[in-house]
């Protein structure tokens, strides 16, 4: 099993940038693709960047703002944010799939980290 632990989240103002960290546990890190997702108050949860082993999808709100990458060494994912926007305010969460079917399936999911940006 895996448990993530997301961190990083905070207050910035618009135009700053934060990096989230997703720490896994367990030794299968390697084999799963790790996703971040967001929630706004009032939303429905959204999805914002994938990284398989090195393949990287990002939502359309986000592409050449944030950049999701990975050490599988420390067994961590992280989720660099620049130029960030009022809207960019969520609860970032980072989930794992174990890309053992063409669609994902993310079966893990960290408790989230609160990002506010002040405009």
């Known amino acids: 099993q895996v448990q993530l632990v997301e961190s990083g989240g905070g207050l910035v103002q618009a135009g700053g940038s934060l990096r989230l960290s997703c720490a896994a546990s367990?030794?299968?890190?390697?084999?799963?693709?790790m996703g971040w997702f967001r929630q706004a108050p009032g939303k429905e949860r959204e999805f914002v960047a994938v990284i398989r082993w090195s393949s990287t999808f990002y939502a359309d709100s986000v592409k050449g703002r944030f950049i999701i990458s990975r050490d599988n060494a420390k067994n961590t994912v992280y989720l660099e944010m620049n130029n960030l926007k009022p809207e960019d305010t969520a609860v970032y969460y980072c989930?794992?799939?174990?890309?053992?079917?063409?669609?994902?399936?993310?079966?893990?999911w960290g408790q989230g980290t609160q990002v506010t940006v002040s405009s």
């Open positions: 989930a794992a799939d174990r890309m053992l079917r063409l669609s994902p399936q993310y079966d893990f």
């Open positions: 367990g030794r299968t890190f390697n084999n799963y693709a």
